[in-house]
């Protein structure tokens, strides 16, 4: 690599080649980006969610977190946008909405890393900052259900087209289910929106809609549960709903349940790193793990001690960004300074 | 301090003791009740903490509040008296609460 750390985009076949690729865009992943930056290291990061931040961006934006040093109470909304204001000068290139699903190890050392919509990068480093996992939408625990997914119930829409000729439920109170509710409503056979009470969480505009859409007899409301589906070879034929007025019968044969999204180690486990219970074991003095030149920080990793704070991951990131240094600069030695007084520190910083 | 009972699906029953100022999820986690699962910890996040309120103690236990309710809709089989058991602080007046733990957390 040049003497400089960069990316070139179009090594063979379109990959992207770069020295780091962040896996996860959470707060730790978010600052590793700093720490890497400090060393001159640039970073790509990829996360399945559509945006940053992880856990504190997706589960909880606006609740209070009280110990990040120095900020006495900060949500998780703010502490994101703050993370992001800190490594911009750093320059990091996103992808997100896109899963590392594929990581192997070439035969020049480096690392082949593939996403879910086939991007490909060739990189020098990997640093996995997958906090508890992908994101993933959450299955109803209806008996059988996994038999109809990808058949008939689905959790995000690849082709509107698909579902022309379908009489379509979708269940859910947020912004996802009533979305696809205003989106299908105009090409589906018929839409059904299920939630268990009529309120929505869901943009206000988008609630106003929906209503103006069953006021003209457009969209079906109801207000209730699903309790089972039936079909045969995965084709659904009808979902019992339960209402205020007892159990029925409704004939759909797609449906889309929206319960928000949990997380799930996902395709880590296929990796052949040595995991703990869902785990990634790490050292303490590089965060790195079996592999050599594979990193883990933050909530992903376990040693003797450890806490999923993310205060420890961002001691985690700095300590890290030491050692692939090395890996990325083998012949540049690594001085020790403070950001309060070194002149090259400032000026990557645009500071000076 | 309150005496606060859980019931299990199969009707098996567990009444622990709760100090005043804790929540109901947390008596439930420090003495192992199956099926509260609680990932987020208490922070009105999750929806694994769900239980049903026996109708007797309904009126005590109060109404879930809107961020409560917001969350409740990520829960399965979500029936009048569903609470979220983080959100129910321990006090002398729920002494005696009687739960039911659903047959599924998500
Ligand atoms: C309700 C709640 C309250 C909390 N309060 C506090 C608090 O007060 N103080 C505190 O220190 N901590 C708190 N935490 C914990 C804190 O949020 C976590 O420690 C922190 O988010 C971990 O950061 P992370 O970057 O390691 O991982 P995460 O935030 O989990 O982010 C990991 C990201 O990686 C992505 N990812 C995983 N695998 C892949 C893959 N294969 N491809 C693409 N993307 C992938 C995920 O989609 C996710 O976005 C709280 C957590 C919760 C849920
Ligand atoms: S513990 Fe997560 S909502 Fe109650």
Same mark, same amino acid.
């Given at each position: 690599?040049?003497?400089?750390?960069?990316?070139?985009?179009?090594?063979?076949?379109?990959?992207?080649?770069?020295?780091?690729?962040?896996?996860?865009?959470?707060?730790?992943?978010?600052?590793?980006?700093?720490?890497?930056?400090?060393?001159?290291?640039?970073?790509?990061?990829?996360?399945?969610?559509?945006?940053?931040?992880?856990?504190?961006?997706?589960?909880?934006?606006?609740?209070?977190?009280?110990?990040?040093?120095?900020?006495?109470?900060?949500?998780?909304?703010?502490?994101?946008?703050?993370?992001?204001?800190?490594?911009?000068?750093?320059?990091?290139?996103?992808?997100?909405?896109?899963?590392?699903?594929?990581?192997?190890?070439?035969?020049?050392?480096?690392?082949?890393?593939?996403?879910?919509?086939?991007?490909?990068?060739?990189?020098?480093?990997?640093?996995?900052?997958?906090?508890?996992?992908?994101?993933?939408?959450?299955?109803?625990?209806?008996?059988?259900?996994?038999?109809?997914?990808?058949?008939?119930?689905?959790?995000?829409?690849?082709?509107?087209?698909?579902?022309?000729?379908?009489?379509?439920?979708?269940?859910?109170?947020?912004?996802?289910?009533?979305?696809?509710?205003?989106?299908?409503?105009?090409?589906?056979?018929?839409?059904?929106?299920?939630?268990?009470?009529?309120?929505?969480?869901?943009?206000?505009?988008?609630?106003?809609?929906?209503?103006?859409?069953?006021?003209?007899?457009?969209?079906?409301?109801?207000?209730?549960?699903?309790?089972?589906?039936?079909?045969?070879?995965?084709w659904l034929e009808d979902a019992i709903v339960k209402t205020k007025d007892g159990e029925q019968k409704l004939s759909v044969n797609a449906l889309m349940p929206f319960f928000g999204l949990t997380m799930k180690l996902g395709p880590i486990a296929d990796w052949g790193l040595h995991l703990e219970e869902n785990l990634i074991p790490v050292d303490?003095?590089?965060?790195?793990?079996?592999?050599?030149?594979?990193?883990?920080?933050?909530?992903?990793?376990?040693?003797?001690?450890?806490?999923?704070?993310?205060?420890?991951?961002?001691?985690?990131?700095?300590?890290?960004?030491?050692?692939?240094?090395?890996?990325?600069?083998?012949?540049?030695?690594?001085?020790?300074?403070?950001?309060?007084?070194?002149?090259?520190?400032?000026?990557?910083?645009?500071?000076? | 301090?309150?005496?606060?009972?859980?019931?299990?699906?199969?009707?098996?029953?567990?009444?622990?003791?709760?100090?005043?100022?804790?929540?109901?999820m947390e008596a439930a986690k420090l003495n192992d009740i199956a099926g509260i699962e609680a990932e987020c910890g208490g922070a009105c996040a999750c929806a694994t903490c769900h239980v049903y309120v026996d109708a007797a103690w309904r009126e005590k236990t109060g109404k879930p509040a809107e961020m409560e309710e917001d969350m409740l809709d990520? &829960?399965? $089989?979500?029936?009048?008296?569903?609470?979220? !058991?983080? /959100?129910?602080?321990?006090?002398? &007046?729920? $002494?005696?609460?009687?739960?039911?733990?659903? !047959?599924? /957390?998500?």
């Amino acid at each position: 690599m040049a003497a400089d750390s960069d990316t070139t985009a179009g090594g063979g076949d379109g990959e992207i080649v770069t020295d780091v690729v962040i896996i996860g865009a959470g707060p730790v992943g978010l600052f590793a980006v700093f720490e890497l930056g400090l060393v001159d290291v640039k970073c790509h990061l990829v996360d399945i969610l559509g945006k940053v931040g992880g856990q504190c961006a997706e589960l909880y934006p606006e609740k209070p977190i009280y110990d990040i040093p120095g900020l006495p109470i900060v949500s998780g909304q703010e502490l994101t946008d703050r993370l992001m204001e800190q490594i911009k000068p750093f320059g990091a290139t996103f992808h997100l909405g896109e899963r590392i699903d594929g990581l192997a190890r070439r035969a020049d050392g480096r690392f082949d890393l593939t996403t879910d919509a086939g991007k490909k990068f060739n990189t020098r480093v990997v640093v996995i900052a997958a906090g508890g996992g992908s994101f993933t939408p959450k299955r109803p625990p209806l008996d059988g259900i996994e038999a109809f997914e990808g058949k008939s119930v689905f959790y995000s829409v690849r082709k509107m087209s698909e579902f022309m000729d379908k009489d379509v439920l979708i269940v859910g109170g947020g912004d996802s289910a009533l979305d696809w509710t205003l989106n299908l409503q105009p090409i589906a056979k018929s839409v059904t929106l299920l939630h268990r009470r009529d309120e929505f969480r869901g943009a206000p505009h988008s609630v106003e809609k929906m209503r103006a859409l069953v006021a003209e007899g457009k969209l079906r409301l109801l207000i209730g549960q699903v309790t089972a589906l039936h079909g045969t070879d995965g084709w659904l034929e009808d979902a019992i709903v339960k209402t205020k007025d007892g159990e029925q019968k409704l004939s759909v044969n797609a449906l889309m349940p929206f319960f928000g999204l949990t997380m799930k180690l996902g395709p880590i486990a296929d990796w052949g790193l040595h995991l703990e219970e869902n785990l990634i074991p790490v050292d303490t003095e590089k965060f790195e793990t079996s592999e050599p030149g594979i990193f883990a920080v933050g909530d992903i990793n376990t040693y003797p001690g450890k806490l999923k704070l993310i205060l420890s991951g961002f001691h985690e990131a700095a300590l890290m960004s030491q050692r692939v240094h090395k890996y990325v600069y083998p012949d540049k030695k690594l001085m020790f300074q403070y950001t309060t007084s070194s002149s090259n520190l400032q000026r990557k910083l645009g500071v000076k | 301090m309150a005496k606060i009972t859980f019931i299990q699906p199969d009707g098996s029953q567990q009444t622990v003791e709760a100090k005043t100022g804790m929540t109901v999820m947390e008596a439930a986690k420090l003495n192992d009740i199956a099926g509260i699962e609680a990932e987020c910890g208490g922070a009105c996040a999750c929806a694994t903490c769900h239980v049903y309120v026996d109708a007797a103690w309904r009126e005590k236990t109060g109404k879930p509040a809107e961020m409560e309710e917001d969350m409740l809709d990520f &829960a399965f $089989d979500v029936r009048d008296e569903s609470r979220l !058991s983080c /959100q129910i602080k321990v006090s002398d &007046a729920i $002494d005696g609460l009687v739960l039911r733990v659903p !047959s599924k /957390q998500f």
